[in-house]
């Protein structure tokens, strides 16, 4: 916790020194997927991004309450507050249950997050399960004046709201214009303004997911579970609130204005947002139909792929571009990222060989204090708004001077061997969060297809010493074949699986 930790501050437009409200504690929401249909890559830069933070705040010795919500109910189709029930209508099309279509793609969800290395959120709320919290938030902001009921729907009066308070600090818009945006529709339907947000909604007959409330049978406003569950579980002003940029406007700025209705006062100290990933520029998302899930991005099965991508492959492709900046979508950019975790990796596995250190006469050493300026230069990237990119250049950095010492160019002692694999496995696997397999069937494969070269070449070193060049020929040959990269050197040999 004594590092200088910078993060940049969607609500005041800067990076500010994290100071967290309760010394040594961080409460920390993120808003989660809406269950109606596998995730996304679009989906799975959030979830990677948060867990970059949650893994760096508890490294850094922070004890962190992290809440990513479910919402199960009251995502409209729109976005807005027109349209069906995103759940409801997946339920309706499949003749299943609303819960049923929720519990499969939350189960679905979770398995992807488990492939993609996040850790678990601390709390893990669905919508469902917090209606009665969301219904008196909705009493909070009625009994304050800023909210009105109409046809047995409550609706927040982003006009009234405007004259006490600031609507719009967040993502910079003036009510004015959404006003004149909105204008010709003004009193049309059952809200003074159409710039009005609901908070409750009357089910109409056909609406499954309903609840009873004090003002009609009907659901709650897709804004409210957020506003509702952050305050249950974090309490009235916590640390972090983050998301996608794409939820700036309008559900984070609806929460603002939520919270400041209901209890006086802005919830969140910092709002943090991660940008888009694109696809030709365009944003990837499950409304412009260009979404490819992140089950189709493990089998390749989607025509705009060239191949399969492991999780860790998405994973490192998206940890080498900051959260902040936009990723476009490409197989040779995938390719390339594939490419670079393989480099980390091998990298990894080559220093564990020399463990115990290796003196090289006439070569130069690897010093202590390398070890220490790269761990400086590692920290002040993660200490400046999660500069992922650049820990994985220092990263790469260090691999190669790693392949020094693999081929015999340099010299390490034991002790500096060890502390500098110590920090590139913090680094690589505890901060980054980056693994060499998928799962223990792949883990249990590589160990298998690892013993079974390890069997050949040394099949081929008996050949050698026998000297039968041909038989050692040859298996070298075969091997480079398939992709393997075979070196002798003076203690035996090394192969990598050149992809």
Not at 363 to 376: A, F, G, N, S
Request: glycine fraction near 8%.
């Amino acid at each position: 916790m004594e590092q200088p930790l910078l993060i940049y501050n969607t609500l005041s437009r800067q990076k500010e020194l994290f100071k967290p409200l309760t010394p040594g504690r961080v409460g920390m929401y993120v808003c989660g997927p809406t269950v109606y249909g596998d995730a996304h890559l679009g989906h799975a830069r959030p979830a990677i991004t948060f867990d970059l933070l949650f893994r760096y705040l508890q490294h850094l010795g922070y004890k962190v309450r992290y809440v990513r919500n479910i919402t199960d109910v009251g995502h409209l189709e729109h976005d807005a507050d027109e349209g069906e029930d995103k759940i409801a209508k997946k339920a309706r099309l499949e003749q299943l249950e609303p819960m049923e279509v929720a519990q499969y793609y939350t189960n679905r969800f979770h398995e992807a997050m488990d492939a993609l290395g996040c850790l678990p959120p601390s709390i893990e709320p669905h919508a469902t399960g917090h209606i009665i919290e969301q219904q008196a938030l909705v009493k909070q902001i009625l009994d304050n004046g800023y909210a009105y009921e109409s046809n047995g729907s409550i609706y927040f009066d982003i006009e009234k709201y405007n004259k006490d308070h600031r609507w719009g600090i967040l993502s910079g818009r003036d009510l004015e214009n959404i006003k004149d945006a909105s204008r010709d529709l003004a009193g049309v339907g059952e809200k003074k303004n159409q710039a009005d947000f609901a908070l409750w909604k009357a089910a109409q007959p056909e609406h499954i997911m309903r609840w009873p409330s004090p003002w009609s049978d009907g659901f709650p406003g897709w804004h409210c579970e957020c506003t509702a569950m952050g305050r249950k579980y974090l309490g009235e002003h916590f640390d972090i609130h983050g998301g996608g940029m794409d939820l700036i406007f309008p559900h984070h700025e609806c929460e603002i204005a939520q919270a400041v209705a209901s209890q006086g006062s802005q919830m969140v100290h910092y709002w943090m947002h991660n940008n888009m990933i694109t696809i030709d520029g365009k944003k990837m998302g499950k409304s412009y139909n260009n979404f490819i899930t992140l089950p189709q991005f493990f089998t390749g099965d989607h025509p705009l792929l060239s191949q399969a991508y492991t999780p860790m492959t998405i994973r490192f492709f998206i940890l080498q571009a900051h959260y902040r900046s936009t990723v476009d979508f490409g197989n040779e950019a995938l390719q390339a990222a594939e490419k670079g975790l393989a480099r980390l990796m091998d990298g990894l596995k080559n220093l564990r060989r020399l463990q115990d250190g290796q003196k090289v006469k006439g070569q130069p050493q690897v010093e202590m204090k390398y070890v220490d300026e790269l761990r400086t230069k590692l920290y002040d990237a993660m200490n400046d708004d999660l500069n992922s990119p650049i820990v994985i250049s220092h990263l790469f950095d260090a691999c190669r001077v790693i392949n020094t010492l693999t081929d015999k160019k340099a010299s390490i002692t034991a002790e500096v061997a060890q502390a500098l694999l110590k920090l590139m496995e913090t680094f690589v696997t505890d901060i980054l969060g980056l693994r060499p397999d998928t799962g223990s069937t792949n883990k249990a494969r590589e160990e298998a297809y690892g013993a079974v070269v390890n069997m050949l070449l040394e099949q081929r070193q008996a050949a050698k010493a026998e000297k039968n060049w041909a038989l050692s020929d040859k298996i070298r040959d075969d091997l480079a074949a398939l992709g393997f990269e075979v070196k002798d050197t003076k203690d035996g040999f090394t192969w990598t699986l050149n992809k």
